[in-house]
């Protein structure tokens, strides 16, 4: 089974910086998806990580640790339009398992 | 235009009619997933096709049915023994199994908001 967990929400000004955790148990693992959606639209891959370490993508960054069973994505220099809501999905077995998301609200 | 197309945006049904949610791709993928999402639960998988008629039940297949008949082409039909089916559904595809080993996104269609009344 797959037992993905992440915060409901948090709350950051913008400008700042805000790391959002998310933990995994799964019994297939093929890489790890951070997704990003408005409210009312379609998912928007942000990364993707397989091996352990940190990869950098403008003012986001995710990190993973395989062995902790353990990602974050970090976002850097918030502006309004980052309030939305971020998933984190776990590849395996040609699917992805996603955990329930983690709303962000960005203010001024 | 290259794309995930989902019609209509928005769905409003009678309790105990099954209804079609329509998913067309012309991205040339092999895969389709079909997702629900309530608020609070993240997106849950129903079905999932890897290949032409071929496909998977996901983690909440009751009450759901789906065909791939074409590649391009992958219907779900709500049925009306589907308890609670007021959801936003969303339709994804992969470029398939040919890219195993690389890692390649879902990409995901605007959403079918369906209201069983």
């Known amino acids: 089974g797959q037992n993905i967990d992440q915060p409901t929400e948090m709350t950051a000004t913008e400008g700042a910086i805000v790391q959002i955790n998310c933990t995994y148990q799964?019994?297939?693992?093929?890489?790890l998806f951070w997704y990003q959606q408005h409210a009312g639209e379609a998912p928007t891959f942000l990364s993707y990580n397989v091996l352990d370490g940190l990869e950098e993508k403008g003012r986001f960054s995710s990190f993973l640790s395989r062995s902790k069973g353990y990602s974050y994505l970090l976002l850097k220099e918030l502006q309004m339009k980052d309030s939305a809501s971020y998933l984190c999905?776990?590849?395996?077995?040609?699917?992805?398992?996603f955990g329930a998301g983690t709303t962000v609200t960005v203010r001024a | 235009d290259g794309g995930i197309t989902q019609s209509p945006k928005y769905l409003f049904r009678k309790e105990g009619q099954n209804v079609t949610l329509s998913c067309e791709q012309n991205l040339n993928h092999d895969a389709m997933y079909w997702y629900r999402q309530d608020p609070g639960q993240g997106l849950r998988l129903i079905y999932y096709s890897q290949i032409v008629n071929d496909f998977q039940k996901g983690d909440i297949a009751e009450g759901y049915s789906v065909s791939r008949e074409k590649k391009e082409s992958f219907p779900l039909t709500v049925t009306s023994a589907q308890k609670n089916p007021t959801a936003f559904y969303l339709c994804a595809t992969h470029v398939g199994l040919s890219e195993a080993g690389s890692y390649n996104e879902q990409f995901f269609g605007p959403g079918t908001r369906l209201t069983v009344l």
């Open positions: 799964t019994s297939g693992f093929n890489g």
């Open positions: 999905a776990v590849s395996g077995d040609y699917k992805l398992s």
